[in-house]
């Protein structure tokens, strides 16, 4: 009898190997920028989040707290990605979390660049396919480390802002806190996946939970739990979710 295999988890900060989720150390404030600008901008709204002036902030006995964020990036057009986009609207709704699509990395990166970075607790579960991948992780590498000359030009890429809590020497948080990969049902491109998380995937995204889902059943619950992750985890400070 076939069995579909489990998903799998790689975390950046573990050893080579290993699997799981590691604990991050504590951040400072959960602070983000979500683009809801219409097809051709920065980000194309799948679920509309609310702005600034009506987001539904909960007081908790450490601080009002917002709930975290999903944002997709797999090409449209194909049966694969219409079904991912499916997948993550359902959980979006259910799990009450503004959910955004980049149909492109290239828009991803303009997002991702308009966030805040440094002293920032993570807050974004980033759900891709496993073409987009490696740009997305080549973004989110430039943001942390300050480094763009590896970026493909882009005069519709906004200037990274200034780390908050000042400039690392070497590299700051940014707002993705787990990055799951989308792959078909193939063993070989489920172990290319794992392959790239255990390597290179590892070195871009210090910080950044790399998973990997080989079929719907895996997305869902690897977003659910990513989701569940953040909520957990959050800061104590305060925060406000901006529409750009």
């Known amino acids: 009898m076939h069995m579909s295999p489990a998903p799998c988890e790689f975390n950046a900060d573990c050893e080579p190997g290993s699997f799981g989720s590691a604990t991050p150390p504590a951040s400072k404030a959960l602070l983000w920028q979500v683009a809801d600008i219409g097809h051709g901008s920065l ?7 609310p702005s600034a002036a009506t987001s539904p902030e909960r007081t908790t006995s450490e601080g009002p707290a917002l709930d975290p964020t999903v944002v997709w990036c797999q090409t449209a057009g194909t049966d694969e990605a219409s079904s ?15 959910v955004h699509a980049c149909e492109t990395p290239a828009l991803f ?9 440094g002293e920032v607790e993570r807050g974004v579960v980033l759900v891709v396919g496993w073409r987009e991948a490696k740009p997305c992780a080549m973004a989110i590498e430039a943001a942390r480390t300050g480094d763009t000359q590896q970026m493909r030009p882009d005069a519709r890429r906004p200037m990274l802002p200034e780390a908050i809590g000042g400039p690392s020497p070497t590299e700051c948080a940014v707002a993705v806190k787990t990055m799951i990969i989308k792959v078909g049902g193939r063993p070989v491109q489920r172990d290319r996946a794992l ?5 290179e995937g590892r070195g871009m995204m210090r910080g950044v939970e790399i998973k990997v889902a080989s079929n719907d059943s895996d997305l869902k619950n690897l977003t659910v739990s990513a989701l569940s992750v953040v909520r957990t985890k959050r800061g104590r400070s305060g925060s406000t979710l901006v529409s750009l």
Not at 43 to 49: G, I, K, L, P, R
Not at 109 to 117: E, K, N, Y
Request: glycine share 2%; aromatic share 8%; hydrophobic share 40%.
């Open 43 to 49: 980000c194309e709204s799948v679920s509309q989040a």
């Open 84 to 98: 991912v986009e499916t997948m993550v609207n359902q959980v979006g709704a259910n799990e009450r979390a503004p």
């Open 109 to 117: 990166a303009r997002w991702l660049f308009a966030q805040p970075r």
């Open 195 to 199: 392959h790239w998380a255990r390597s």
